[in-house]
């Protein structure tokens, strides 16, 4: 028997249960096919009709299961949502009911600042606490100075240096997890982040590549999402490299970039566009050099993303409201003709 607590369950959810259901927690999603944890075990689940499509489970919910069937996914906490790669709009849940998102990303090479904002504004979008770790510490020659650099973007945020091969600094962000908690490591291919998956869980669960000797990087060799149980009681979802990384809201992006906010609510029109109006605090920002135009340019490019996606969200809404009515109106015009 597991106690569902270490496995991040929580007394209140008990209501949320359906009459003769028990709780399992989605720890891989595999064609439609669900490895659930439960009180009893790990459990192969069959997801029911109400869980296909739109309704389907992510890595880290909690759902109700009749036997082998699960027939309900519980509300969710929190999860780690993006823009589905590729040519659509649709949303796409990588990781569900987070406490922490481990945004992670490499000290081998220059540091990609615009990139880690990205995943921080997606991740404080979460309703989870976002941790940047930058992993192959061994690999940089001035680990404090890097540190430093990315700390001045990641606002708010600790950002933990770790190197997978001596160990250092894998207790630190082991301790940002604990018992009970559930984080879910993200970022781009190649950062270490199988690597340090192993040296969390204090073995080799996850499979790692050769890494180049020409920039210090690697393939990430992760094909699916998994929930991994930590030797301490933590949870970690375990992600694929993602090739693209979309917002699906503005929820986390004033958060991520709340300088550029704070100097933008200075402004002294409401509805300024931080070009040439006069009074722009941003503008002037700029102009006195604290204003980095790197990151002014990034915020802009991550609202317009968002105002798009707000946009493709609403006409799909539209659209399927559309279908729901016709579909309705054929349903009465079959029905009229056969009481004829």
Same mark, same amino acid.
């Given at each position: 028997?597991?106690?569902?607590s270490?496995?991040?369950?929580?007394?209140?959810? &008990? %209501?949320? @249960?359906?009459? =003769?259901?028990? +709780?399992?927690?989605?720890?891989?999603?595999? #064609? *439609?096919? $669900?490895? /659930?944890?439960?009180?009893?075990?790990?459990?192969?689940?069959?997801?029911? &009709? %109400?869980? @296909?499509?739109? =309704?389907?489970? +992510?890595?880290?919910?909690?759902?109700?299961? #009749? *036997?082998? $069937?699960? /027939?309900?996914?519980?509300?969710?906490?929190?999860?780690?949502?993006r823009? &589905? %790669?590729g040519?659509?709009?649709?949303?796409? +849940?990588?990781a569900?009911?987070?406490?922490?998102?481990?945004?992670?990303?490499?000290?081998?090479?220059?540091?990609r600042?615009?990139?880690?904002?990205?995943?921080?504004?997606?991740?404080?979008?979460?309703? +989870?606490?976002?941790?940047?770790?930058?992993?192959?510490?061994?690999?940089?020659?001035?680990?404090?100075?890097?540190?430093?650099?990315?700390?001045?973007?990641a606002?708010?945020?600790d950002?933990?240096?770790?190197?997978?091969?001596?160990?250092?600094?894998?207790a630190?962000?082991?301790?940002?997890?604990?018992?009970?908690?559930?984080?879910a490591?993200?970022?781009?291919?190649?950062?270490?982040?199988?690597?340090?998956?192993?040296?969390?869980?204090?073995?080799?669960?996850?499979?790692?590549?050769?890494?180049?000797?020409?920039?210090?990087?690697?393939r990430?060799?992760?094909?699916?999402?998994?929930l991994?149980?930590?030797?301490?009681?933590?949870?970690?979802?375990?992600?694929?490299?993602?090739?693209?990384?979309?917002?699906?809201?503005?929820?986390?992006?004033?958060?991520?970039?709340?300088?550029?906010?704070?100097?933008?609510?200075?402004?002294?029109?409401?509805?300024?566009?931080?070009?040439?109006?006069?009074?722009?605090?941003i503008?002037?920002?700029?102009?006195?050099?604290?204003?980095?135009?790197?990151?002014y340019?990034?915020?802009?490019?991550?609202?317009?993303?968002?105002?798009?996606?707000?946009?493709?969200?609403?006409?799909?809404a539209?659209?399927?409201?559309?279908?729901?009515?016709?579909?309705?109106?054929?349903?009465?015009?079959?029905?009229?003709?056969?009481?004829?």
């Open positions: 028997m597991t106690d569902l270490l496995l991040g369950w929580t007394p209140e959810r &008990a %209501a949320e @249960l359906p009459e =003769g259901t028990a +709780a399992g927690r989605v720890a891989r999603v595999d #064609r *439609g096919r $669900l490895t /659930v944890l439960t009180a009893d075990g790990e459990l192969r689940a069959h997801p029911g &009709a %109400a869980l @296909l499509g739109d =309704g389907a489970p +992510a890595v880290g919910d909690w759902v109700a299961l #009749r *036997g082998e $069937l699960a /027939v309900a996914v519980l509300p969710r906490r929190s999860a780690f949502t823009v &589905a %790669a040519r659509t709009s649709a949303e796409q +849940a990588v569900a009911n987070l406490d922490v998102v481990l945004v992670v990303d490499s000290l081998a090479g220059p540091q600042l615009r990139r880690v904002e990205r995943y921080l504004a997606v991740a404080w979008g979460s309703g +989870a606490t976002p941790v940047v770790v930058l992993t192959k510490a061994d690999l940089c020659d001035d680990v404090p100075a890097a540190v430093a650099e990315v700390a001045e973007s606002l708010g945020v950002v933990l240096p770790v190197s997978s091969l001596s160990g250092d600094g894998v630190e962000v082991a301790a940002r997890i604990g018992p009970g908690r559930t984080a490591m993200v970022g781009p291919s190649g950062v270490g982040k199988s690597s340090l998956a192993n040296a969390l869980l204090g073995r080799p669960a996850v499979a790692t590549s050769e890494v180049r000797e020409s920039d210090g990087r690697g990430h060799t992760t094909t699916a999402r998994e991994h149980v930590l030797p301490d009681g933590g949870l970690l979802v375990d992600t694929p490299g993602m090739r693209e990384l979309g917002v699906v809201d503005d929820e986390g992006i004033d958060t991520a970039y709340a300088d550029v906010t704070d100097l933008a609510a200075g402004c002294r029109f409401r509805d300024c566009r931080h070009r040439s109006e006069p009074g722009c605090a503008a002037a920002a700029l102009e006195d050099g604290s204003l980095d135009p790197a990151r340019a990034a915020w802009r490019k991550l609202q317009a993303e968002a105002r798009r996606q707000a946009l493709r969200s609403d006409a799909r539209r659209a399927a409201e559309h279908a729901r009515v016709r579909a309705l109106h054929r349903s009465y015009r079959t029905q009229s003709h056969r009481l004829r």
